[in-house]
């Protein structure tokens, strides 16, 4: 992790910005893919950002917050089914109260 004033948030962004740019509409457009296949693409998209995951937390400076770690995990999911979602065009309640803040939120650099 490159020396940052704050790691811990420079982690995180870069935790979602991985999910953003590896789940693609394209990988979960039901029209073009069966179920089997776009959870096989999500499964890869979580696969790869979980090794840069465990790539980026190692090198996080002296104190490791594992409370914290587990937070990022969870957005991290919680970002990747809203995403599907989204890309999905599912507009059900759940969907708006899992996803709706995440996705709108300032994850694009």
């Avoid at 990747?80 to 599912?90: F, P």
């Amino acid at each position: 992790m490159d020396s940052v004033k704050s790691p811990g948030k420079t982690f995180k962004h870069r935790m979602l910005k991985t999910i953003q740019t590896r789940i693609q509409a394209i990988l979960v457009d039901p029209v073009l893919n069966d179920d089997q296949t776009v959870l096989s693409n999500v499964y890869q998209a979580l696969m790869y950002s979980a090794m840069k995951y465990h790539q980026w937390s190692a090198g996080l400076p002296y104190s490791r917050n594992d409370e914290y770690l587990f937070e990022v995990i969870q957005q991290c999911v919680r970002y990747a089914c809203a995403l599907v979602r989204v890309y999905r065009g599912q507009t059900g309640e759940d969907a708006k109260e899992e996803g709706a803040g995440i996705v709108n939120s300032r994850v694009v650099a």
